[in-house]
């Protein structure tokens, strides 16, 4: 009797093992059959994007705006055109004008870097490229998605180039490899907020309610790699001036 509800048992058991290997394989089947028709979806997107970029060519090339939206539709699908520098994509040239671009941005960072400790606004940036590319007809409208999309480029050569968001539609573009912590953005995004071109720590403990301590770091910080300079003449007190954000109205005052 024992014997019988053995052999019951282990044929239910391997049974039960075939059914769940049937419903494996259907499985995959699903699977591959799902992946084979996503795969056919991507080559149809992929096609009628290389249509639409053929037809609109001259947009892409001149219109900022325009540029952004197909940047934006590329990434939907998975498609980089700044780093397909040959075939189809190297006939809109798009890759050579961010490469040009990310060429630029380089020569102006290092241009300003004696002023500013290696951290520029992306709206002084723009205003210096626009100003050393001139109005020659050849060279094309620039806007800070282009800039943005330029300098995150530079990430390979390493950590000095990187995009800073501040918030808001703000970013600095850093040029020297020193690390900002979550603190040293909040500080310069204060500072930017506030229409300043300086902190303090009395006004990070009015304005953030941070410890003394905590603002401190965090500005010393900043003056050791060169990213802000100190003013103790101030009758306010010791102020920490943000060289990054000087702009010609400033600089007349200072």
Not at 72 to 95: H, Q, R, T, Y
Not at 240 to 245: C, E, K, Q
Request: with cysteine.
């Amino acid at each position: 009797m024992n014997n019988m509800r053995r052999r019951a048992g282990l044929g239910a058991i391997q049974k039960q093992r075939l059914e769940q290997e049937k419903y494996k394989d259907k499985g995959n089947e699903i699977q591959e059959n799902q992946f084979e028709q996503m795969s056919k979806q991507m080559d149809f997107f992929k096609t009628n994007l290389e249509e639409f970029a053929m037809k609109h060519k001259n947009e892409i090339r001149k219109n900022p705006d325009f540029r952004k939206q197909f940047q934006e539709m590329c990434a939907s699908i998975g498609v980089d055109p700044l780093s397909s520098g040959k075939g189809f994509w190297s006939v809109l040239g798009i890759g050579d004008f961010y490469y040009e671009l990310a060429v630029q941005i380089v020569e102006v960072c290092l241009a300003t870097n004696d002023k500013n400790g290696g951290l520029i606004s992306l709206d002084e940036l723009r205003t210096r490229l626009i100003k050393a590319r001139g109005k020659r007809k050849e060279h094309q409208e620039i806007s800070k998605d282009d800039l943005i999309r330029a300098a995150q480029k530079l990430k390979i050569f390493g950590s000095g180039f990187n995009v800073v968001p501040l918030g808001k539609g703000q970013y600095m573009v850093q040029s020297v490899p020193c690390e900002l912590s979550m603190d040293h953005s909040v500080i310069l995004t204060q500072t930017i907020a506030t229409n300043r071109i300086y902190i303090s720590v009395s006004l990070l403990r009015e304005e953030l309610n941070w410890e003394i301590d905590r603002a401190q770091k965090g500005l010393d910080h900043m003056v050791n790699e060169g990213l802000a300079w100190v003013d103790s003449q101030d009758p306010l007190g010791k102020l920490y001036y943000f060289p990054s954000l000087f702009n010609e109205a400033s600089n007349s005052k200072i």
